[in-house]
């Protein structure tokens, strides 16, 4: 606890966490949007229900990030307001047109954020690990999601190979928007690469990071039956 | 807890709970969607946030009645299904243009519905009754929205007119679909104007009720700075 209030005191180490706080919970809050816009989609009313929870779900998420916030004495919105741009842009550029393209959208980007910020919480203190890593375990959430795409796959081949092309696209601009944020936010890249003061993964550490969120992103395609 | 019991063997008692569960949940879970859908014209993030929390509520709410259906072994999809229509197409014609238009139709349509639910409650079982109230303490969800319409009025009084108009809008069409299901399904209505074996209000209890229900409006209509 002492050492994490030490850590505090470095206004690098405090602007990178409340980047990451304010990334995560946007994001949060757009994916509890989209997700609950997309249960319109639903073709059953328990479909409708299930997406619904895990909308409440990012909900949740989003509320336990905002408090942490104000706990470090950070103000939410402005924590959130420079990826605001980057993430909508991604929903706009991503709007399933199907209930499945909804389903494969949660569960490609859920994963590749959560690998992401998992990676991240290496280099936090760890109260904000604590928390980060909380609201990532989505085990739950995902065997859902994972028993309707593969059920809808296997009674219609085609839809296999239209929902991978969708998923490439997904990861595409998810890519483009993150190389985009990180370009903006000095703080935040320098959590991840490391300067003298703060211990970081460097280049090659950044690029071994992305294969390895790359393999993962593979495994949860073939996961659902889908080709990478 | 035995009367409740006793209560539930009555099968035109159970339909009729069964029903007004339903509809309930149904309720909750097409506003939650709806209402997530609207935080999309948030017109900041603060607001956005405020309003997926209330929408995060209402799905809380749909949960808790989904359980208590199962737990007196009825289907919640099945419960549900006979609402769907005429909520659906209630939302369909009122899709809110505005910020300020989902504000004010969250307000006035959660006021109503709440009256009419918590008149029902003098007809069934404690459990049932706990329940049902407990889903309707809105008066947090409330004073948000209240403060933010005011305040547009206050600067806008334009404003204050077209949105009485909505409001007026709001009204006809949720009567004319609770006419509707009022009309579909029998066991509902008996819960309300009572037959030989169940206590209801009776037809003159029914007229009753609606002129309070419209005087809370008015009443709610007169808090938010508009004339019903």
């Known amino acids: 606890m002492e050492q994490q209030e030490d850590r505090f005191?470095?206004?690098a180490y405090r602007a990178a966490v409340i980047d990451l706080l304010g990334t995560l919970a946007y994001g949060e809050l757009s994916a509890f949007i989209r997700l609950s816009t997309d249960a319109d989609l639903a073709p059953t009313l328990a479909a409708k229900a299930a997406v619904a929870g895990l909308a409440a779900t990012e909900y949740a998420h989003f509320d336990r990030l905002r408090a942490r916030l104000v706990e470090i004495g950070a103000?939410?919105?402005?924590?959130?307001?420079?990826?605001?741009?980057a993430l909508d842009a991604f929903h706009e550029r991503t709007k399933p047109s199907s209930w499945l393209e909804g389903l494969v959208k949660f569960y490609v980007g859920d994963g590749i954020a959560s690998d992401f910020y998992r990676e991240i919480t290496a280099y936090v203190d760890p109260g904000t690990r604590d928390l980060v890593l909380g609201t990532l375990e989505a085990d739950k959430r995902a065997s859902y999601v994972l028993h309707e795409v593969r059920q809808a796959i296997s009674e219609d081949p085609i839809k296999g190979s239209r929902l991978a092309l969708w998923a490439r696209r997904l990861v595409g601009e998810a890519l483009s928007q993150g190389q985009r944020v990180a370009?903006?936010?000095?703080?935040?890249s320098t959590l991840l690469s490391g300067t003298g003061e703060l211990p970081g993964m460097g280049l090659a550490g950044i690029v071994s990071m992305f294969s390895r969120i790359t393999e993962q992103h593979t495994k949860r395609m073939a996961e659902m039956g889908l080709s990478a």
């Open 75 to 85: 103000d939410p919105e402005q924590a959130m307001a420079p990826f605001v741009e």
């Open 9 to 11: 005191t470095d206004p």
């Open 183 to 188: 370009a903006d936010r000095d703080s935040f």
